[in-house]
């Protein structure tokens, strides 16, 4: 899970960081940077963004954290009709607290999101046609340093995807078949919600399956 609690946390742990040029990570300084520092960027990451596609878009995604936050505080649901996107969210931007909690709560789900919400993976030979995946980030080392590696949500161990993640990957693929529109995708934030609370994927199993 994370290791910071709040904003005030994560700020902490920048201002750790004690960098000698404080100016170089303002918006002018990224801005003018040379093109080949940018492109080559882009470059090593090109093969990671084609990989995965997201089930909603990031307009969506601040709908379903919203929910979430909603659901915490008071177990209903709030709308994710993005037609109403200024209007559902508008209280989360109402004083500099508030605003701040939400910057927080954006990177906590994001993290929950990519671990436990299906996506769409495209590699070997699904290259084209894609397939559902659940899987999370893994970082290891090797002679040229630390690299990302992929395995299966709810498999502690280096293997074959087990039962458990075979049966919530299943859940969320039917739910996510049946529910097509994103505005109503209420599960997205159930399942957000329920993973924040236990901090267990298992428990994510009956939740759907009661859900379905």
Known sequence: MLRVADFSDLRD???????????QFTLKTILQAPDSTVSNQIDDREEENE???????????????????????????SGLDDKRFLDLLKDRWASKEKALEFIYALLKYRYLFDRYIIK?????????EGKWSLQKLVMYEDKKGRKPS???TL?????????????????????????????TMHWIARVLTNVNKEQ??????PTLEKYC
């Open 13 to 23: 742990i920048f201002n750790a960081e004690n960098n000698s040029d404080e100016t």
């Open 51 to 77: 990989r995965f596609e997201s089930i909603i878009n990031f307009p969506n995604f601040l709908l379903q954290v919203n929910e979430a936050m909603e659901m915490t505080e008071t177990d209903r649901d």
């Open 120 to 128: 769409r993976e495209y590699i070997g030979e699904y290259k084209v």
């Open 150 to 152: 992929y395995k299966s």
């Open 155 to 183: 498999d502690s161990m280096d293997q074959e995807e087990g039962t458990d993640n075979q049966q919530l990957r299943l859940l969320e693929s039917c739910l996510r078949v049946t529910y097509t529109s994103p505005k």
């Open 200 to 205: 267990d994927g298992k428990l994510l199993i």
